[in-house]
């Protein structure tokens, strides 16, 4: 009698203890040896699930039967040739008709008669029910994960599944790539297509390796994914529903959407490559006009940039002469020394702070009672919500839609109340004040062009080249500060500290005037603005140490 030989493993998650489909061969052959009756008209080997009707080889199988190529099957069980009841009942029809005469397993003894075929029934009925029963004990488990806070399913990247206890943990060094992504787009400074460039050139990564997929280069469209993907700020999606989840959040809610701010951020020219670091910000001290920049290659190959005044192509012509890069990176070098915060100042300024802390801290706890306020408030809104569902007063997808909102709100305020309650007092303005006097420097020196613009952008104001030389005269309240000893009157904004009187031999040691002085400095208009500069250019220097340590 003329056979088919049929092996079938499937890659769902039913189908994983099954044996592999080499194995099932050799025990088929072991069947084949034993019997020399059979006549073997050719072998499938297919890796499909048989859970839903479809698989094109078992259909060619029973198609090439029904044309009498064949007279039956063998298989090394029943539950390799189906597992839903369309496939089960081609069998049993084929067997009625007497297109097929026989099927033979290796677990199994079928019987061609109306007792086989209906215990063959019986087991085909067995698969679909398992198959069934596994997917209600999927979907239970997937429930009570739900429930839990941890996302069914495989974990992003950046994490990992711990089998030993079901839940999603960080993974190592790709969870501090992917945090590295984040702030390098929170900067402000860099299009997603600038950091997959840095992800992919300079820092070559590649995405972690799980069974056959993974090791490969981050793709554009995966980054704009990981960017955008709720997680990472402690929520997922399900079946179109946001959870609030129980994994550890690798960005702050605030963080995250001010991020989709930046990624979707409508009508801003993307930042371009400048070719000079120093072209469109000193201008001519002669004339007026921009200063720009030219590169020009000695007889030896050695190639210069020069900045020079943009009318030296223009009639009347500027007859400012030009100026080195390295000499005018000289000059600017020597400013940024000479705005160091002495020694002295900086120790008044820490006791002067320190004390006043206590009054922010007091200030701070009367804040914080807002944002408890918010929490509850919003908490009972969520409550009313459900109620309202409950009655049926809201259908189905204004609830889920307004849910969301709430949930997101209430996750944006419980972070904001629990930075109040965990966070050290500090005052924020003389502290960058500090950190910018004495680090400029060296950040200059070791920066980028980009970190090199950004500091002269934030201590500078209007930049001049003139006579070969930068006139670099320092922003409020940036000041040339070796010189704050000798002049104490030059603390701060000027027309804000004339309503203190501070004692007339006070070098930065009134113990009366300490606090008044303090706050008119820092509520200088010129610090605040220059905090919010100061913090992109901290964010995307940390960016750059990050990376440097891995």
Same mark, same amino acid.
């Given at each position: ?6 092996? /079938? ?85 084929? #067997? ?29 009925? =067995?698969?679909?029910? =398992? ?8 979907? @239970? ?17 950046? =994490? ?12 190592? !060094? ?11 787009? #929170? ?55 946001? &959870? ?61 940039? =020069? ?19 390295? !000499?005018?990176? @000289? ?48 908490? /009972? ?7 309202? @569902?409950?009655? !049926? ?62 500091? #002269? ?38 027309? #804000? ?49 990050? &990376?440097?340590?891995?």
């Amino acid at each position: 009698m003329k056979y088919f030989v049929y092996c /079938r493993k499937s890659q769902e998650a039913e189908d994983r203890q099954v044996m592999s489909l080499a194995s099932q061969a050799d025990e088929i052959d072991r069947l084949i040896a034993a019997d020399h009756t059979i006549e073997i008209v050719d072998r499938y080997d297919e890796a499909f699930s048989a859970k839903q009707p479809g698989r094109p080889l078992f259909d060619a199988m029973l198609k090439r039967i029904e044309d009498g190529e064949a007279d039956g099957i063998i298989a090394w069980h029943p539950d390799r040739l189906a597992r839903n009841s369309m496939d089960g009942g081609r069998v049993i029809y084929l #067997l009625d008709t007497g297109a097929m005469k026989d099927l033979r397993f290796c677990s199994y003894a079928f019987e061609n008669s109306s007792q086989g075929k209906f215990m063959l029934n019986i087991i085909f009925g =067995y698969s679909k029910y =398992y198959v069934d029963s596994l997917s209600e004990n999927v979907k @239970r488990g997937f429930r009570t994960k739900l429930r839990n806070g941890w996302r069914p399913n495989l974990a992003p990247i950046g =994490y990992r599944n711990c089998r030993e206890t079901g839940t999603i943990v960080p993974d190592g !060094e790709h969870f501090e790539a992917v945090k590295a992504m984040f702030e390098l787009l #929170l900067t402000g400074s860099y299009t997603v297509s600038h950091i997959h460039r840095i992800v992919c050139d300079r820092w070559g990564y590649v995405t972690p390796v799980w069974k056959s997929r993974g090791g490969k280069q981050l793709g554009r469209s995966a980054l704009y994914r990981i960017l955008s993907n709720p997680f990472y700020a402690g929520y997922f999606r399900w079946n179109g529903e946001l &959870h609030i989840g129980s994994h550890q959040p690798l960005i702050s809610k605030a963080a995250f959407e001010k991020a989709q701010t930046l990624l979707h951020r409508p009508n801003q020219p993307r930042p371009k490559k400048l070719a000079f670091v120093y072209r469109g910000i000193f201008k001519c001290g002669a004339c007026g006009l921009g200063v720009t920049a030219e590169r020009k290659r000695k007889p030896g190959g050695r190639t210069y940039v =020069y900045y020079h005044c943009t009318r030296v192509h223009r009639t009347p012509r500027c007859r400012q002469p030009s100026i080195e890069e390295k !000499e005018l990176e @000289r000059q600017i070098v020597a400013f940024l020394d000479r705005i160091r915060l002495p020694k002295s100042i900086d120790d008044w300024l820490n006791r002067a702070t320190n004390a006043t802390e206590a009054e922010i801290a007091q200030a701070r706890s009367q804040a914080m009672k807002p944002l408890a306020n918010r929490v509850k408030g919003l908490k /009972r809104q969520i409550e009313t919500l459900t109620d309202l @569902r409950v009655r !049926e007063i809201v259908d189905d997808a204004e609830f889920l839609t307004k849910r969301e909102h709430l949930q997101l709100q209430l996750g944006k305020a419980e972070e904001e109340l629990q930075r109040a309650q965990t966070e050290t007092v500090t005052f924020e303005p003389v502290r960058i004040l500090e950190m910018l006097c004495n680090g400029a420097k060296n950040w200059f020196s070791a920066g980028d062009e980009e970190t090199k613009r950004t500091i #002269l952008k934030i201590l500078c104001s209007n930049p001049v080249l003139k006579d070969g030389k930068a006139l670099l005269e320092a922003k409020k309240p940036f000041v040339e500060l070796h010189h704050l000893a000798q002049f104490p009157h030059l603390r701060g904004d000027k027309d #804000l500290v004339r309503r203190v009187t501070p004692h007339p031999n006070m070098p930065f040691q009134d113990p009366q005037g300490t606090n008044e002085v303090l706050r008119a400095w820092t509520s200088d208009h010129a610090v605040l603005v220059t905090t919010k500069e100061a913090q992109r250019l901290f964010d995307k220097i940390a960016a750059q140490e990050i &990376h440097r340590s891995n």
